[in-house]
């Protein structure tokens, strides 16, 4: 059993920043992309960066500048530093892991449950 599990989100001023995680956890062997998805209230999901295992970073137009992720390979968790926050930013932040879970398995999509941020004076 391997999982994905969102932390960090809450209530926050503009202005203000949040630190997310995503720890995955279970029968895993190694972990390649990890990736931050948001989904803000009645539009679709939006990709919005992610962190090869290597280290290597990518950004959606629209945060670059003010998120910034990284990863601990040692904790198999990846998270999303949030600054600068703004009330577009106000969502569920979900978080994707590509699994192997054995030598030479396939490598699998996990999603987390989502974690909801809510920027907002």
């Known amino acids: 059993q391997v999982q994905v599990v969102e932390s960090g989100g809450g209530l926050v001023q503009p202005g203000g920043s949040l630190r997310l995680s995503c720890a995955a956890s279970?029968?895993?062997?190694?972990?390649?992309?990890m990736n931050w998805y948001r989904q803000a209230p009645g539009k679709q999901r939006e990709w919005v960066a992610v962190?090869?295992?290597?280290?290597?970073?990518y950004y959606a137009d629209s945060v670059k500048g003010r998120f910034t992720i990284s990863r601990d390979n040692t904790k198999n968790t990846a998270y999303l530093q949030i600054n600068s926050l703004k009330p577009e930013d106000t969502g569920v932040y979900y978080c994707t892991a590509s699994i192997q879970k054995v030598i030479q398995g396939i490598f699998l999509d996990v999603w987390g449950q989502g974690t909801q941020v809510t920027v907002s004076s």
């Open positions: 962190v090869s295992r290597g280290g290597s970073t």
């Open positions: 279970g029968s895993i062997f190694s972990i390649n992309n």
